[in-house]
């Protein structure tokens, strides 16, 4: 494939010219990225266990079933049917979406893509439905990670990518407790095309409270989208 070509010589030139180490075992990474080939494969594999793994939050269960002992304690999804982030955000977690997010490691990209789309097998006829990005955002920073990430999905991997949702509330989520966080959504989140498709996946890289998802699930539920799964990168 011409990506990967190109992805092996953009690793090629940029190793040569900056080397980075490895974020976990501290070697160096021979590659774009903090996270060399044998790190990556340990520590963002087919998470593989969805049936030992909650429903609503992801986290793995000890000796629950279904929803862990936090979940059990707060109100339940109405609109998700189910949660699927990937893996857990720990402190390899945060260093991998901070170098992403706010240090621009675009060749994250490719990296994570490949995780979501391994996943994505197991979800045939499925929509991946992106979270929008905040009004403003691509302007103020010129792109948005969740955007790059639907777009290398669809390219690479022909995964089929519907970006219906917009956002138009101002206020920053993350300055908010959970629920302010959805009053703050609701109503916010909206719909731009008439119909929606029947299954559904909503892509975001992080899992916390779930309140943006589940609005999201809410207008695709409205227009009659019958089932809504989350898939995230990471959950908190
Ligand atoms: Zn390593
Ligand atoms: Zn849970």
């Known amino acids: 494939m011409a990506s990967s070509w190109f992805n092996s010589l953009r690793d090629f030139v ?41 429903r609503r939050c992801g986290r793995f269960l000890i000796s629950a079933k279904e929803l862990c002992v936090t979940c059990r304690n707060i109100a339940p999804f109405e609109e998700v049917d189910r949660v699927f982030p990937l893996y857990p955000y720990d402190m390899l977690g945060q260093e991998l979406l901070v170098a992403w ?5 675009f060749s994250l990209t490719s990296v994570f893509a490949s995780c979501i789309a391994r996943e994505l097998e197991n979800f045939p006829g499925f929509i991946i439905v992106p979270v929008p990005p905040r009004p403003g955002k691509i302007r103020k920073k010129g792109w948005d990670q969740i955007d790059l990430l639907s ?3 669809s390219k690479n991997y022909g995964a089929p990518v519907l ?61 009659n989208c019958e089932k809504v799964y989350a898939m995230t990168l990471f959950y908190d």
């Not at 998802?213 to 409205?222: D, G, N, S």
């Open 14 to 54: 940029s190793c040569a010219l900056f080397p980075q180490s490895c974020l976990v075992c501290g070697n160096v990474s021979l590659r774009s990225i903090p996270l060399c080939f044998k790190c990556q494969k340990k520590y963002l594999g087919s998470p593989d266990s969805w049936d030992l793994r909650c």
């Open 101 to 105: 997010k706010i240090g621009g490691n």
């Open 151 to 153: 777009h290398e999905l």
């Open 163 to 223: 970006s219906c949702l917009r956002r138009f509330s101002q206020v920053q989520q993350k300055q908010l407790g959970r629920e302010e966080r959805a009053l703050n959504l609701k109503g916010n989140i909206r719909c731009i095309t008439p119909t929606v498709p029947k299954k559904v996946i909503i892509l975001d890289d992080l899992m916390t409270t779930g309140a943006t998802v589940e609005t999201c699930a809410q207008v695709l539920k409205e227009l």
